[in-house]
Nanobody
Framework: QVQLVESGGGLVQPGGSLRLSCAAS????????MNWYRQAPGKERELVAS????????TYADSLKGRFTISRDNAKNTVYLQMNSLKPEDTAVYYC?????WGQGTQVTVSS
């Protein structure tokens, strides 16, 4: 079955960086666009970034442009989210999405 497993979350100080990974299985990864979403406490889930099946096209939430980078490795069936210059307001559970499936989420906490 389709499975998405996120990793790489954790506690980081403001200004720090994290790289999230999402390992996909159960479908032909290279044929699907993939997305990262996040949900902060008390807020709705929001789209962070998207990447096309080939990786040639990416889009970002306007507020995150320049700090976050989405990428993928189709040979490894993995999509990444590089997050730089992290702010406390980036604290959220980050979810991988694609092929109609969701991962379980990984917690990112930005705090000093």
């Amino acid at each position: 079955q389709v499975q998405l497993v996120e990793s790489g979350g954790g506690l980081v100080q403001p200004g720090g960086s994290l790289r999230l990974s999402c390992a996909a299985s159960g479908f032909t990864f290279s044929m699907y666009g993939m997305n990262w979403y996040r949900q902060a406490p008390g807020k709705e889930r929001e789209l962070v970034a998207s990447i096309s099946s080939s990786g040639g096209r990416t889009t970002y939430a306007d507020s995150l442009k320049g700090r976050f980078t989405i990428s993928r490795d189709n040979a490894k069936n993995t999509v990444y989210l590089q997050m730089n210059s992290l702010k406390p307001e980036d604290t959220a559970v980050y979810y991988c999405n694609g092929a109609g499936a969701w991962g379980q989420g990984t917690q990112v906490t930005v705090s000093s």
